[in-house]
């Protein structure tokens, strides 16, 4: 990593209120801009998001915004409504008003007399959603964004559901976090000391547990499509660099925008990586020159300079060489491929069958089949990724191929079509795509759920009529992968998959006809890369701002970030997750920042009804003996057969004493789920 420690410009920060429609609530901003004795207007760049910009995202946020400034923008960090130091009170995840906040912001930037009156979008995660959704809404002044680990798709694509099944893992462990996230108080150094508390009263008061909406609908109905830029592509203007990586489990957004965006306005870049932005070098790299890439991408189109980035080819991936299986990869081994369309001319389907003459074959997989599925979303930590599928393969039933060949490279989303019947009116079908190697290790390669009941469409449910038979065939996550002669691809099926999928109520059965039933695989041609003409990909080395100097303080007796244990009595298998986003930190202005959170999922290998998630939050804030604030928040889900039960707690106090004390019980049928 480069530190860039001077600039061309002379770079200088403040922090301001923005005033919204509604005229009674201000949203808080710290602009980075250049301000030399002659400076021109230049374009603005907006990053908008709940994380707390005074602390959370302070150490990644003074890497970023001041390198931009110093390059000629005006780079611009939000606190959305209700969070952080703006003022308001918290609401749903992208709602109308959260979007609306984001247009005015976009607008206001505009008018600025420091500003021309271009603006662009940036952000990874929740700053890539609303960069996409606030561009499908089009505001003049935006031109262009850059997201990064973000979604089109908030149904099928996000933390609440996969395959029309109810994301276990993290449909519980969001809603945890953003319980304990939302109900952090204001900054008295920001919005003042008398207001601080008062302000913070009222934003806990307002608070209800985004777990209750998100299982209220159980299917893709309006409140998914809001947001969901899927529905209406050609509602977007403005131009969009989209980012992810084969790790994480939004890299299907961008080969969609590549896909559906007009190529004029669109190019897509997939690597290795985490949910993570690609300069910060975590697990797995390689890491690039991010800040550089978008900068061409910015100058391109806020700036009007012909920067070459629109002659690079629409998509450039990372194909990953194989691998043996490992929770975590410094560097990834492989190679950038880039196709100037998608779908590539370059990639064209080859289905292989799962079976000959075989007859059919019984999938009744125990109930903590999946434990070793590895981070729902890996943030480069050592246990992140899924380990070696051996056991999981031994829950499943398995299809392997003979040994290849030769070398067969993927690029794209993998397909499994199955031949099946059900002995349940609702069930899961879940496959995994593993290389095998000689020695008999499996590598995940990739994965995708079904929920049978919606696959005639996530916004349906129909039962499945046992003793029938169907054919489903459903997408696996995307990929670039080689799989090296000698080594088998093996497709493996289970009917559960926890905790990442939600088990329907009662044990099932999958009756499949693997004579039937085949892996459709998205193969590349490697001679595609040897066209006459085509330049190789490369990209800088990372280059950043100096980092904030926070310390960061390690746990006195540290704890696994992923603990598997099983009560051989009780039969039940328990998954100990910590999170880990960063820890207790302190701040260079004094503030002690500790956080601390544990999810725990139970079940036992016969009862669907035996599982249990839960999700528990520690957060204190603290600057001398001037202020101290603390969170505990405790978030439960569990089902019967007929209905979902949730449990939520939520304790604040300020210097001991108790603020606010809420608790939530609520139930919900079971819909599709």
């Known amino acids: 990593m480069k530190y860039r420690e001077h600039y061309d410009r002379q770079v200088s920060r403040e922090d301001v209120w923005i005033p919204t429609r509604d005229g009674r609530t201000h949203l808080h901003a710290r602009i980075w801009r250049p301000t030399d004795a002659e400076a021109e207007p230049v374009p603005a760049l907006l990053e908008y998001l709940p994380y707390r910009k005074t602390d959370w995202t302070a150490p990644r946020d003074a890497q970023r915004h001041p390198w931009y400034a110093g390059h000629g923008y005006a780079s611009v960090r939000v606190d959305i409504r209700g969070h952080g130091d703006s003022e308001g009170t918290p609401g749903d995840e992208y709602d109308a008003q959260e979007l609306a906040d984001g247009v005015d912001v976009v607008n206001w930037l505009a008018e600025q007399p420091w500003c021309t009156g271009k603006v662009g979008m940036f952000g990874i995660s929740w700053g890539g959603f609303n960069s996409l959704q606030v561009a499908a809404l089009a505001p003049e002044p935006l031109k262009a964004i850059v997201t990064v680990c973000s979604t089109d798709d908030r149904y099928d694509n996000d933390v609440h559901y996969t395959g029309g099944a109810v994301l276990g893992i993290d449909m519980l462990a969001w809603a945890g976090t953003m319980l304990a996230f939302a109900a952090r108080p204001p900054d008295p150094t920001s919005v003042g000391k008398d207001r601080w508390l008062p302000m913070w009263r009222e934003r806990l008061e307002a608070l209800d547990p985004f777990l209750h909406t998100w299982l209220?609908?159980?299917?893709?109905?309006?409140?998914?499509?809001?947001g969901s830029v899927c529905e209406d592509y050609t509602a977007i203007d403005a131009a969009v660099l989209a980012v992810g990586g084969w790790n994480d489990?939004?890299?299907d957004t961008v080969l969609r925008l590549v896909e559906h965006l007009p190529d004029d306005r669109v190019r897509g870049i997939v690597g290795p990586w985490s949910h993570q932005y690609p300069d910060r070098g975590l697990p797995p790299g390689p890491a690039i020159g991010f800040l550089q890439e978008t900068l061409r991408w910015w100058d391109q189109h806020l700036k009007g300079e012909d920067t070459g980035v629109m002659r690079e080819p629409k998509l450039r991936a990372w194909l990953n060489d194989p691998v043996p299986p490992a929770t975590s990869y410094d560097v990834m081994p492989g190679r950038w491929v880039g196709d100037h369309n998608w779908p590539s001319p370059?990639?064209?389907w080859d289905e292989r069958p799962l079976g000959g003459a075989a007859g059919p074959v019984l999938v009744r997989s125990p109930q903590h089949t999946g434990l070793d599925a590895g981070r729902f979303f890996p943030f480069g930590n050592a246990s992140d990724l899924p380990p070696d599928q051996r056991e999981e393969d031994g829950r499943s039933v398995c299809f392997d191929s003979e040994p290849l060949d030769g070398r067969v490279e993927i690029l794209g989303r993998p397909r499994v079509r199955?031949?099946?019947?059900?002995?349940?009116?609702?069930?899961?079908?879940?496959?995994?795509?593993?290389?095998?190697?000689?020695?008999?290790?499996?590598?995940l390669v990739t994965r995708g759920v079904l929920n049978l009941l919606s696959r005639h469409g996530r916004d349906r449910v129909?039962?499945?009529?046992?003793?029938?038979y169907e054919t489903v065939e459903f997408e696996l996550n995307g990929t670039g992968y080689a799989f090296p002669p000698g080594h088998r691809i093996r497709v493996a099926v289970s009917d559960t998959y926890w905790p990442w999928v939600w088990p329907h109520g009662?044990?099932?059965?999958?009756?499949?006809?693997?004579?039937?039933?085949?892996?459709?695989?998205?193969?590349?041609?490697?001679?595609?890369?040897?066209e006459e003409g085509?330049?190789?990909?490369?990209f800088e080395e990372p280059e950043q701002a100096p980092p904030l100097p926070v310390t960061y303080e390690r746990p006195a007796e540290a704890t696994p970030e992923r603990l598997v244990t099983y009560d051989v009595a009780k039969g039940e298998w328990t998954l100990e997750v910590d999170p880990n986003y960063g820890g207790s930190r302190v701040y260079p202005d004094g503030l002690r920042y500790e956080e601390s959170?544990?999810?725990?999922?139970r079940i036992r290998a016969d009862d669907p009804l035996s599982a249990r998630a839960v999700s528990e939050w520690r957060i204190r804030l603290r600057r001398g003996d001037d202020w101290d604030a603390e969170i505990m928040t405790r978030t439960e889900l569990r089902a019967t057969a007929t209905e979902f039960i949730m449990d939520s707690r939520m304790e604040t106090r300020a210097d001991g004493e108790t603020v606010v004390e809420r608790v939530w019980h609520r139930t919900t049928p079971r819909t599709s789920a």
Do not use: F, K
């Open 462 to 468: 129909v039962e499945w009529t046992p003793g029938t």
């Open 216 to 226: 209220a609908h159980q299917q893709r109905d309006d409140y998914w499509r809001h």
């Open 597 to 601: 959170a544990r999810e725990t999922y």
């Open 534 to 538: 085509r330049e190789p990909i490369r």
């Open 249 to 251: 489990p939004y890299r």
């Open 506 to 530: 009662e044990l099932g059965r999958l009756t499949v006809l693997p004579a039937d039933s085949a892996l459709l695989l998205p193969v590349r041609d490697p001679a595609s890369d040897e």
């Open 418 to 443: 199955l031949r099946l019947d059900s002995a349940t009116p609702r069930a899961h079908v879940v496959a995994r795509v593993c290389d095998v190697a000689p020695d008999g290790s499996s590598t």
């Open 346 to 348: 370059s990639v064209s």
